[in-house]
């Protein structure tokens, strides 16, 4: 959630398309992004029961190459890197020395030398910065953000109102896995990955800014009629908080680390030394962090980020994330709280502009996709 | 009705319309606000017998992703709120000139009246906007 402090706000390729679309637009990790086109409600509706479509060209993509790419990742990150086969993705954290997070990424590996990092729009300058400054042999960086467009289908038709277009059996494609295949509309090679942040089934497309447009419109011209929504950012944020995912800068900070927020099964303590190591081992001895809960309001006021949780009337934590969720029809929030607060079925308040209001520690996700 | 804009109301520059009858105004938004706003789920409203200054924040209207302030576009004694609008905030978005409205306020000066905006004006702000 941060603008470009020189003031000058960034356009993704398909800006226009967004305009024609009647999206309405505000500033979003240094661009000018949708944050919704026709009402938060029906785009998410679209996503959770036909598909919707994204411009998440704002996130940055980092090409890799180089024989010494995996084991350079490894030392940096909490997640194996070296084992990924190509055509894999894989969610991963970059980590500080006290165990915090300088982003959470995915990286592909699209064959034995080439891969694609991808991180987060507000952290891009920051990850840029950070890589750079960690180089090894072997290892080859060129930052492509702004060059290359991201779109993305999410929702159980986009297997179905994607196919036609791309070139490889879509289906066939399991999920975190990704390829390179010829799509409708562009001239390139794209890399289509079966990947997501919305709690659905869905691809993102990785493609040439100059081709962004071609497809976009291609993919809403026959498919709109049946329910494929353009989708905004605002959708976007309520759909990962109902699919349990965590959003850098909410869930997971310099300060909040990835043991905190959950991630514990992308934590691979079995490698010899990655940054911040010692650090998240001594957190996860100690078993004393406050950690990221889920949480749903009693009755119909909305948590918002930063709002005060209490038990028994002490202050136990803080609401991180916070929305009406559709899906589950309640006002649902993560909140960052001490251990002995974050039990499934604590009784808690949070304290909405001075009056506390009942809430319940529940599991998360709030949403999970039923089976197909 | 020109742009969505009712004639016979007086509005406010925070997008806030009323109604007057003898000295009671009935108050809400404006359809341009509740389109900016987008889906609302939550509207906090002041209670029955609470004082308002004219132009204070007085509650919060919340969308799914925001919380905006309410800025009276009147102030006085408040003799009513829109009930409904806890089990129905969409409402406020169906029908922000009906259904949606939000409370009524006996008004402690009619002078007060003069610094809002007629129709024509009003259309004019946000036509600029």
């Known amino acids: 959630m941060t603008t470009e402090i020189n003031g000058t706000l960034r356009r993704t390729a398909l800006y226009d398309a967004h305009l024609a679309l009647g999206a309405r637009i505000v500033p979003f990790g240094g661009f000018e992004m949708p944050v919704q086109y026709s009402s938060i409600l029906k785009e998410h509706d679209a996503v959770r029961n036909r598909a919707g479509l994204f411009d998440l060209s704002h996130m940055a993509q980092f090409a890799l190459s180089g024989p010494n790419v995996g084991a350079w990742a490894e030392a940096l990150t909490v997640n194996k890197v070296a084992n990924m086969k190509p055509g894999q993705a894989r969610y991963n954290i970059f980590t500080n020395e006290h165990g915090g997070a300088h982003d959470d990424v995915i990286f592909y590996r699209l064959d034995d030398d080439r891969w694609l990092l991808v991180v987060n729009a507000g952290n891009a300058d920051k990850m840029w910065a950070h890589v750079s400054a960690n180089p090894a042999d072997g290892v080859t960086m060129t930052n492509l953000h702004g060059e290359r467009a991201l779109i993305a289908i999410q929702g159980p038709r986009s297997v179905e109102w994607l196919q036609p277009y791309v070139e490889s059996d879509i289906a066939a494609l399991k999920y975190y896995a990704c390829a390179e295949t010829r799509v409708k509309g562009a001239r390139e090679p794209v890399v289509i990955a079966r990947t997501g942040y919305t709690g659905e089934d869905g691809f993102e497309l990785f493609l040439p800014s100059e081709e962004a447009v071609g497809v976009w419109d291609l993919l809403l011209a026959e498919n709109r009629d049946r329910g494929l929504e353009p989708c905004g950012l605002g959708a976007r944020d309520v759909l990962r908080l109902e699919a349990g995912m965590p959003l850098y800068g909410h869930e997971m900070t310099e300060e909040i680390t990835p043991l905190q927020a959950g991630l514990t099964w992308a934590i691979k303590f079995d490698k010899p030394a990655f940054t911040g190591k010692d650090a998240l081992l001594a957190q996860r001895d100690s078993n004393g962090y406050a950690r990221i809960a889920g949480l749903t309001m009693d009755g119909r006021v909305p948590a918002r980020a930063g709002y005060p949780v209490l038990a028994d009337g002490v202050r136990v934590g803080e609401i991180r994330s916070g929305s009406f969720g559709p899906t589950v029809q309640k006002n649902v929030a993560t909140a960052l709280v001490e251990p002995h607060a974050a039990a499934e079925g604590t009784r808690l308040e949070v304290e909405v502009r001075g009056t506390r209001h009942a809430a319940m520690i529940v599991p998360l996700p709030f949403y999970k996709r039923p089976k197909a | ?129």
């Open chain 2, 1 to 129: 009705m020109a742009n969505g804009v009712p004639a016979g109301l007086l509005y406010s520059k925070e997008h806030e319309w009323v109604l007057m009858d003898g000295d009671v105004a009935t108050v809400g938004i404006t359809d341009y606000a509740q389109s900016s706003l987008g889906d609302i789920v939550y509207v906090e409203l002041p209670r029955v017998g609470a004082t308002l200054t004219q132009f204070d924040s007085i509650g919060v209207i919340e969308s799914v992703k925001a919380v905006s302030d309410i800025f009276t576009p009147v102030g006085g004694e408040v003799v009513g709120t829109n009930g409904d609008l806890d089990n129905n905030p969409a409402s406020v978005n169906g029908d922000p000139y009906g259904a949606g409205w939000f409370y009524k306020v006996k008004l402690a000066d009619m002078g007060q009246t003069n610094d809002l905006l007629s129709s024509e004006q009003y259309e004019q702000l946000i036509a600029e906007a």
